[in-house]
């Protein structure tokens, strides 16, 4: 009998330890079908959340590893994707699959020799795997090689003639070149052998937005929704249809329904508050913004939506205009201790844009001029303190020191206000192509068309004219610039994925609508957008020509209205050419000027930070040189044409990516 019970209380043991081990696989094996089921409805974080939790109950877990490296590659995490995967192909080391996933985020991290290898190791085994073939046409396009992308895809249509990727990757790809009748036909052939797929009319709902045709990719966003209604991107993406169709009460419903499902979407809470802003909700808009940057702070649209709101929309001393103001107050403090100088000037610029009678803003801005030695420039910002009654005995005392040192200068010789001068000017025309962005955040066009023309009132030889920044077409832009007598118009494009940004700007002349020269910028990180902007303003900036006019002359002496802060320096020869004859080239940015209407040469001897003295030497017996005649730098601009690198293409890259699995 004792030993009956000996066995039975070793057989109970034994059962109740299966049945802790089998509760454990099967809690594991539902947190995991949690997290694929957030995948699937693209709520990466809530995917990782879960995976990790199931490898918390069984560390060797294979589908959730293999989970957490997918994820990490949609959030543009590949060196976390990295380590998952690996840890993954130890548990299975023949996983074709694994090898297919390796291979993209090769490419993604710029490895493509290696990707190129991992893809061909799988084709050795299977040559017709579709999806290695898919991978060598992403190296193609990541090198710039879009022509030999587009055969591999025609080329995986003869082994698969439906294949829906290879389908609307030839449709994206063509896009993407402007092939808008190609792209077209492979998208209608994607949706003819798929129309019961929602993530082809998903793809067809995101193409026909791109391409403007607003009513027709509503009809396919519709469908998609209706086919699955747990598509949480479909819906996104309606909701930004009903945006550019001005029905802000069709967005918010769709959008509430998104919130109900999960409260931390960051991109339904920046969505809801532009369309709580278009229907001139402030309050409402400001709450939903602050939402989503709350949930994800390192997200600067919705930042400069609120900042846009605060500077249209809001007295000057409101709180939040305050708070906005602190922030990037702060940011420029971190900034000048390390002595990025640059970006510290541009955040106390915006910080002064939101708070014009910071002390601490204007304080800190002046402050980077007197680190680079533009002491009058310093004493002119301690002046506007001075005007909004910081009148203390700090302020007062630097202007007093900086004034006793002004008496040998050349605005105190001349008795010239050199920060009152009026500069020679460009006029520039800002659009963007309204069907021609890609990216996560709706009407982001708009948004950053106007903050990159917030940015360039920086330079004072620049006149933004006012325009209507959303443009249908190149034609519409080039009409509108012609009417507005700008020199130059330009053309911003914008492409954003989760953790990347690329933009291009196009330089055109406004007199004939030529092309001058192309701007592209790519970034990943943090501040993305405001870094990609800082450099593509400057760029654009230095391309321009220096131009300046002659302010008075006393027999061969003479002053101009160009100085340190011009870049120019003793010695410097500038050419003197009569009023009003200096002329734009057709062909090139740079100036024109008829042999005839060139007066003579100015040579700097003396320099200040707005100004210049220097010698006229006149070119011809009888003394023609008179205040008001141009001054030019003699020197030719080599144009710059678009950079072809690999990080040209990253933006259809990712969008080629979120393809993975169709």
């Not at 605060?310 to 922030?327: G, Q």
């Not at 943090?526 to 593509?536: A, E, H, V």
Request: glycine share 6%; with cysteine.
């Amino acid at each position: 009998m004792v030993k009956t019970s000996r066995f039975l209380l070793i057989f109970l043991f034994l059962l109740q330890g299966l049945y802790a081990q089998n509760s454990d696989i099967l809690n594991a094996r539902y947190i995991y079908e949690q997290g694929r089921q957030a995948q699937l409805q693209d709520n990466i974080p809530l995917a990782v959340e879960q995976y990790r939790a199931a490898l918390n109950v069984n560390p060797n877990y294979f589908e959730p590893i293999v989970g957490l490296a997918e994820s990490f590659f949609s959030l543009e995490e590949y060196e976390e994707a990295l380590v998952y995967l690996h840890r993954a192909r130890k548990l299975d080391q023949y996983n074709l699959d694994l090898l297919n996933l390796e291979g993209r985020i090769q490419i993604a991290m710029h490895n493509p020799a290696l990707a190129k290898e991992l893809f061909r190791q799988v084709l050795a085994i299977e040559p017709n795997n579709l999806e290695a073939r898919f991978g060598l046409a992403e190296i193609d396009i990541a090198l710039g090689r879009e022509g030999n992308a587009a055969q591999r895809y025609i080329d995986s249509l003869k082994i698969a003639p439906d294949n829906s990727k290879a389908l609307l990757s030839l449709a994206l790809l063509h896009e993407s070149n402007g092939e808008s009748e190609a792209a077209g036909r492979y998208m209608e052939l994607a949706l003819k052998y798929h129309s019961n797929d929602p993530r082809v009319h998903y793809t067809a709902g995101r193409f026909y937005m791109n391409t403007g045709r607003i009513n027709r990719a509503e009809k396919y966003l519709l469908t998609a929704n209706a086919l699955d209604e747990k598509n949480t991107e479909a819906k996104r993406l309606l909701a930004q249809i009903y945006l550019f169709l001005e029905r802000p009460d069709m967005t918010i419903k769709i959008i509430k329904e998104l919130l109900s499902l999960n409260r931390d979407d960051s991109l339904a809470w920046y969505t809801i508050g532009l369309a709580y802003n278009q229907k001139k909700d402030t309050a409402g808009a400001i709450h939903s913004l602050a939402q989503a940057l709350r949930l994800k702070p390192d997200d600067e649209i919705p930042r400069i939506v609120l900042e846009n709101i605060a500077l249209n929309e809001l007295p000057i001393n409101d709180t939040n205009r305050n708070k906005y103001a602190e922030y990037h107050l702060e940011k420029g403090k971190l900034f000048e201790d390390r002595n990025f100088l640059e970006k510290a000037s541009f955040e106390y610029r915006r910080c002064l844009r939101l708070a014009p009678e910071s002390k601490n803003g204007r304080l800190s801005y002046a402050g980077i001029f007197k680190t680079l030695g533009y002491h009058e420039k310093f004493m002119k910002e301690l002046e506007v303190l001075k005007g909004l009654g910081y009148a203390d005995a700090l302020i007062m005392d630097d202007i007093e020191i900086i004034q006793s040192g002004l008496y040998d200068t050349v605005s105190a010789r001349w008795g010239v206000d050199q920060y009152s001068l009026e500069k020679s000017k460009f006029s520039i025309s800002v659009y963007h192509l309204e069907s021609d962005n890609r990216g996560i955040h709706a009407l982001a066009g708009d948004l950053l068309t106007d903050y990159f023309r917030d940015l360039l009132h920086r330079y004072e030889n620049l006149l933004l004219l006012p325009v209507d920044i959303a443009v249908g077409s190149y034609d519409a832009a080039f009409r509108q610039a012609r009417e507005n007598n700008s020199d130059f118009f330009l053309i911003m494009h914008f492409e954003e994925s989760e953790r990347s940004f690329t933009v291009t700007l196009d330089q055109y002349l406004s007199r004939t609508g030529a092309k001058l020269c192309s701007f592209r910028i790519f970034r990943t990180g943090n501040d993305r957008i405001r870094d990609s902007f800082i450099s593509l303003a400057s760029r654009l900036h230095e391309k321009l020509p220096l131009w300046g006019r002659l302010i008075a002359r006393e027999f061969d002496q003479g002053i101009i209205d160009l100085g340190e802060l011009d870049g120019i320096e003793i010695d410097d020869q500038l050419t003197i050419v009569k009023k009003g004859r200096v002329a734009l080239k057709n062909d090139e940015i740079g100036f024109t000027v008829n042999d005839e209407d060139i007066l003579g040469d100015f040579i700097i001897t003396k320099l200040d930070e707005n100004m210049a003295e220097g010698s006229i030497l006149k070119h011809n017996f009888f003394d023609l040189i008179n205040p008001g005649d141009d001054v030019i730098l003699p020197i030719a601009v080599e144009q710059v044409n678009s950079d072809q690198s690999a990080e040209s293409n990253q933006g259809l890259l990712r969008r080629l990516f979120r393809l993975i699995g169709l």
